[in-house]
């Protein structure tokens, strides 16, 4: 049963990507632009995006790419961003917010300044954002807001004492705002990938099981969105294998951490 609305058709959607410059974000981009949707592109670099949007190939010749710089850890930035959308746009019709930050950290090496900005940009970060559209999209009563998790966020693991909370606390985020949105007629999405091969994770020194190029993620979010998702989560093998861990007893959780996680 979907719990949203599904996408059945993309072209002329007026779509929002806020962290499209790498990663996951620039993979649903090129993605986006090949279904025939319009993008505004933002992240931190405008130069950045201006390389980027002008290496997307559109599908038809009546699809727009602009791009807005924009660091969503300034509520000032945050506002002038959705100001320069909304002269762009008289609609919104997908925020898909990806921005974020990864550092892995233990208890031993627990720093606060790292904490800090990791829960400044992947918590409060979208929370900025949703704050910001939520008058826009309430007021023309549609529209889907799409958020970018992990499957981190469904139980503590290694490394991941402060990455894993603020993705736990995102998806928290999503079902109280899917409660709330879902009779006003907005969508609201969590996306919550294993490991993807980007910049974040190739400074991670293990192995990482069932890695999917960003292309692919692109994929698998845009699938979602088409059959309404309200949780899109792959690889399936391995985030169905950290969902089932997330509903064991907790001493049978940590035999099995400390058993097959090599980290």
């Known amino acids: 049963m979907s719990l949203n609305q599904p996408i059945t058709n993309f072209e002329q959607l007026n779509v929002w990507i806020i962290g499209a410059s790498s990663g996951i974000g620039k993979a649903c981009a090129s993605w986006f632009a090949g279904q025939g949707a319009n993008l505004i592109l933002s992240a931190r670099r405008l130069e950045n995006l201006e390389e980027l949007k002008h290496s997307i190939q559109l599908k038809s010749t009546n699809q727009h790419i602009h791009s807005v ?10 506002g002038q961003a959705l100001s320069q959308v909304q002269s762009i746009w008289n609609k919104v019709d997908i925020v898909l917010f990806v921005s974020g930050i990864y550092t892995p950290v233990r208890a031993d090496d627990f720093d606060m300044d790292v904490t800090s900005k990791m829960i400044d ?16 999209l309430l007021k023309q009563g549609f ?23 603020t993705k736990a606390a995102l998806l928290n985020f999503a079902e109280s705002l899917y409660y709330d949105l879902k009779p006003k007629g907005i969508n609201v999405h969590i996306i919550c990938p294993g490991f993807v091969e980007t910049p974040a994770t190739a400074i991670n020194d293990f192995q990482m099981p069932a890695l999917i190029s960003a292309d692919q993620a692109a994929i698998e979010i845009g699938a979602g969105l088409q059959r309404g998702d309200f949780e899109i989560h792959f690889p399936k093998k391995f985030s169905y294998f950290l969902k089932f861990l997330r509903i064991l007893p907790y001493p049978i959780y940590f035999w099995l951490l400390k058993t097959f996680v090599k980290i």
């Not at 710089?69 to 945050?78: G, H, N």
């Not at 940009?121 to 826009?136: C, D, E, F, K, Y």
């Not at 889907?144 to 909370?165: E, Q, W």
């Open 69 to 78: 710089a924009l660091d969503v850890t300034s509520s000032e930035q945050v």
């Open 121 to 136: 940009t992947n918590l409060m970060g979208p929370m900025r954002i949703v704050s910001a559209v939520m008058p826009s």
């Open 143 to 165: 529209g889907h807001i799409a958020l970018v998790g992990s499957v981190a966020g469904y139980s503590g693991l290694p490394k991941s004492l402060v990455y894993g909370p």
